[in-house]
Every structure is written in C-alpha cells, then in structure tokens.
C-alpha cells in the first residue's frame, strides 16, 4: 500500500502517512503473521545475571592453577613448604582484592577498603616474621594505613561528587603530595632513626603545582569551555 500524496511505501495498518502526515482512509488491517515489534519482549532483553558468589567461585578457581603449581613446585625442589607461602600469600591478597566489591548487594567503599588494608597488613606481617625482619610496627603499619585512607578520600571524593571535575583532581593531587611527604618521614624514622625528607620534595613541588593549576584553571569559565570541547565532555 502506497501514500496517495507523496508515494511512499506504507506499513500494514498505518493510519497516516509518516512522511507527508497524509489520512489514510482504508488502511490494510494487521496480520499476526505480519506484525514485527519494534523491540524485543521484556523478557528477551532481560539477560542472567551472574550471581557475585558464582563470580568469587570462578576467581578462586582460576587463582587456584598458578596456586597449586607454585605448591607443587616448592614441595617438589624443598620438600616441603617454603618460598612458595609468599606467592601463596600474594594470591590471597589479590583474591581478596578482587572479590571484596562482590560481598554485599551494593559495594561500599568503607567496606572494600577495610578488607583489602586487613589483608595488606596480614600479609606484610607475614613478610615480615618470613624474613625475620623488624620493619612492620615502624614502616609498613603506618604508612599502609596512610595509603588506604588516602585512597579512600579520593574515592569518596569521586563517588560524592560534590565538588567539580578539577578540583577534585587538585585535592587528590595535594593528598597525593602529604602521602609522599609522609612516606618519606617513615622512611627516615623507621630505617635512619632520623628525622627529615629527600626525595619527597620532588614529586611534592610537582603535584602542587599541578593541584594549583587545576585549581586555578576551574576558576575560569572560558578555559572550561574549551576544555569540554576538546574532551567531548
């Protein structure tokens, strides 16, 4: 059936021309074997789901082949368990990296940060009796809680959302800065018994002045403009 206006070719059952809006006054009526939906049915869009505990199954199986051949080797060279626990403890930790977002309904970021520092910490403590040294209490305690918490507050900054692109960039380019800065105390303190900074006055002039940049950058409107031009934003 055809449009006795314009001439376009019409679908069974249309009442008016989608082309010149033109009435029709005897549309063919719509045949079931004729009909095809525009979209499919809810339920053919509806895909499964892969369950988060499924998800945790898979990853531990996948960990478990490289887990049980370095377990192998060690007992094979050694004859009993040695340098394969640090390996073993490695995938642990990058176990529980991967699957602390599964746990719970909706990931919080309180929660995924918590169980990954409680792993770090377990694990390096294990270095630390493993190699018989005395550097946890003074060095790795402090400086990976440092680390998490300031990993934390860029992610809450991101996820909150409450300040703009680029200062939330220069904030986390400060913390990143107070990090270096910290980390370098910890390691004067911890393995020279001495207090002071080295080579955390390099990346700490860096980054403010790349925080300084950004922050002064979101303070104009003309160069914002352009920015989201050029990143299609």
């Known amino acids: 059936m055809y449009c006795v206006h314009c001439g376009v070719e019409l679908a069974p059952g249309t009442a008016e021309c989608p082309l010149c809006k033109t009435p029709v006054l005897s549309p063919d009526p719509v045949r079931p074997e004729d009909y095809r939906p525009l979209f499919p049915p809810k339920e053919a869009q509806t895909k499964a789901r892969m369950g988060n505990g499924i998800k945790a ?59 990954d520092a409680a792993t770090v910490l377990l694990y390096l403590l294990f270095l630390e009796s493993y190699t018989g040294g005395r550097w946890f209490t003074p060095f790795a305690l402090p400086l990976t809680v440092v680390f998490f918490l ?54 700490l002039f860096i980054l403010l002045l790349l925080g300084g940049i950004c922050f002064a950058a979101d303070r104009s409107e003309t160069f914002k403009e352009k920015l989201k031009k050029k990143l299609f934003l």
């Open 57 to 115: 199954i898979l990853i531990a199986l996948i960990l478990m082949i490289p887990a049980v051949s370095v377990l192998i080797s060690d007992l094979s060279l050694s004859g009993r368990i040695s340098w394969s626990g640090v390996v073993l403890g490695a995938l642990a930790v990058f176990f529980v990296f991967l699957t602390s977002p599964l746990y719970g309904r909706e990931p919080r970021l309180g929660v995924i940060f918590f169980l």
């Open 150 to 203: 300031s990993v934390a507050l860029i992610g809450l900054l991101t996820e909150k959302k409450r300040l703009s692109v680029l200062k939330t960039v220069s904030v986390s380019l400060l913390i990143l800065a107070v990090f270096c800065v910290i980390c370098d105390l910890l390691i004067h303190l911890a393995f020279f018994d001495k207090f002071g900074i080295s080579w955390s006055q390099y990346p």
